[in-house]
């Protein structure tokens, strides 16, 4: 790696957080450690309610959006207003191989407790294109009367998901059952953010500027996008080396807008834990058999009377995919997990490992997993377990994603 040159600018995060409240990041200043790869970042900030703040660095090469976790000193949650704030980032460890030279450092900073704070992490998307920053709020609980067709359009919603463990795969007798599905005990050892929701239409709209799906309405999940579209061609094709995105893929704009570098898609072995909620069988219907979710019944064509109050699939779709969120909700509150379209997870497709934490997926491949069943799917396709996988620069007008944050230590 050769950090040679940089152009520094800074960033403003604003958030309501309990009160309108306004963050000011100044005075931000970087320097390499001659001879080494590490990397000096000082700065000012101040909060008009005098919280604490959430601080993340962003790091972006060119059009290249850089993963920076190896990060020590004034940065993540509880940062006090001051002067002289200080940030140390090991840029041999998260930038190793790539040759910065135009290197772009900014601070982005929120009020309250960041990604720690909130059942819910909610992001306000109306500004569009146009928006330097969308502002970030966390909830405690879904608001009085349900989430409202905003929180399907200007607004993202997203849920903490607690750590934990389970089995992954479906077992030997599971109707509509493929091989590859082979059962394994899998452990997620920090908390996550999952969407609520698949990405509509109108969010990728506010966000891109282009409407790329086949059916379009506002509230339909968009579709049409590809892996590549979402995370980029360039940098965003490395997982599970790094985390890294381009800068003008759909994650690199979101991260940048919100300052939080954690945002993607989920681990495949996330959406399945995310999917399931505690249940054990097919579907994630927590209402049947005392909690442990309800059986696929056919696998073939024909109806499925436990998936229809769940998803949208072949047997009850209405030519395309529908509305999100029009469906039973799991034990966690996400909807449309089975059905509607299948949702790009960041792995290569591969072969199961056995007992697992954390894991990332293969360490290469030629298609990415999609998971959970799109309208046009039969039952059997729209299991908790069912494994899908495509070209990562496929456009279909069935495969869709859901927004998820890297795993992350809840402090």
């Known amino acids: 790696m050769c950090l040679q040159k940089w152009f520094v600018g800074f960033f403003v995060g604003f958030v309501a957080l309990g009160g309108w409240s306004e963050v000011s990041v100044t005075n931000l200043v970087v320097a390499q450690r001659p001879g080494t790869k590490l990397v000096d970042i000082s700065y000012d900030v101040s909060n008009t309610d005098t919280n604490p703040v959430t601080v993340s660095l962003i ?3 060119g059009e290249s959006a850089v993963a920076c976790p190896s990060v020590t000193g004034d940065v993540g949650a509880g940062v006090t207003s001051g002067s002289g704030k200080s940030i140390v980032w090991d840029g041999g460890a998260d930038a190793s191989g790539l040759f910065l030279v135009n290197a772009t450092f900014s601070i982005a900073a929120v009020s309250g407790g960041g990604i720690s704070s909130g059942d819910y992490l909610v992001v306000d998307l109306s500004g569009g294109t146009a928006a330097t920053s969308y502002p970030v709020s966390y909830l405690d609980a879904v608001p009085s009367g349900g989430w409202s067709d905003a929180h399907k359009t200007t607004k993202l919603v997203l849920r903490r998901i607690p750590a934990g463990s389970f089995t992954m795969g479906s077992p030997s007798d599971e109707l509509g059952r493929d091989s590859d599905e082979t059962q394994h005990s899998v452990t997620l050892s920090d908390d996550f953010y999952m969407g609520v929701f698949e990405l509509t ?7 891109m500027g282009d409407k790329p799906s086949q059916y379009k309405a506002d509230k339909y999940p968009v579709e049409r996008v590809s892996y590549n579209d979402i995370r980029g061609t360039s940098n965003g094709t490395d997982w599970p080396a790094n985390g890294n995105v381009d800068a003008t893929s759909f994650m690199g704009k979101l991260r940048q807008r919100t300052g939080l570098a954690e945002l993607d898609l989920p681990t ?6 995310a999917c399931r909620a505690g249940t054990i069988r097919a579907y994630n219907d927590q209402t049947k058999n005392d909690g442990e979710g309800s059986d696929c019944l056919t696998s073939g064509s024909g109806t499925d009377a436990n998936l229809e109050p769940l998803g949208v699939y072949y047997m009850n779709d209405p030519g395309h995919e529908a509305n999100v969120g ?20 960041l792995d290569w497709y591969g072969t199961y490992p056995e007992t697992v934490t954390d894991p990332t997926g293969a360490t290469s491949g030629s ?4 998971r959970g069943g799109g309208w046009n799917s039969h039952a059997r ?5 069912i494994r899908g996988y495509s070209s990562p620069g496929s456009h279909y007008f069935s495969i869709g994603f859901r927004v998820c944050s890297a795993p992350l230590v809840i402090e």
């Open 201 to 207: 239409q109108r969010q990728w709209e506010l966000v």
């Open 381 to 385: 396709d729209c299991r908790s377990a």
């Open 268 to 273: 495949e072995a996330q959406w399945e834990y």
């Open 59 to 61: 790091v972006q090469d």
């Open 367 to 370: 298609y990415r997993v999609r």
């Open 326 to 345: 029009t469906k039973q909700a799991n034990a966690w509150g996400l909807y449309d997990m089975h059905g509607n379209v299948w949702e790009w997870c």
